[in-house]
């Protein structure tokens, strides 16, 4: 039986999560982690929308120019992606863990 993506998600990130769930043995923490990849994915993808519309720059309201909100929204949504992709690790090959160790004491 075909697993159900999230309603909330939109149509492309949809089918690409069915089609995750489909060709991965995911447990339940891995889809959840799926999940929450696939709405970062939406909310840099509407961001991305929104700044094609009004632009990377905006006036505050003294006038002066400064970046969109967006462009935060679009970062942080493109970095949450790629951790949490790299969290489900589907590639199956163990890389080098690219976080330093922590220092002891």
């Known amino acids: 039986m ?11 990130t949809a089918a ?4 995750v769930v489909t060709e991965y043995d995911l447990e339940q923490h ?3 982690i799926l999940t929450l990849a696939a709405e970062a994915w939406d909310r840099a993808q509407e961001a991305r929308e ?3 519309e009004e632009g990377t720059y905006v006036d505050d ?3 002066q120019r400064k970046t969109h909100p967006a462009v935060t929204v679009e970062r942080d949504a ?20 690219p ?3 922590r220092r002891s004491g």
Request: aromatic letters at 8%.
């Open 2 to 12: 075909a697993r159900q993506a999230p309603k909330h998600l939109k149509s492309p």
């Open 16 to 19: 690409w999560w069915r089609h």
């Open 30 to 32: 891995h889809e959840r």
């Open 50 to 52: 929104i700044l094609a």
């Open 61 to 63: 309201r003294f006038g």
């Open 78 to 97: 493109r970095i949450g992606f790629a951790r949490l992709i790299r969290e489900l690790d589907l590639d199956g090959e163990p890389g080098p863990d």
């Open 99 to 101: 976080r330093l160790p």
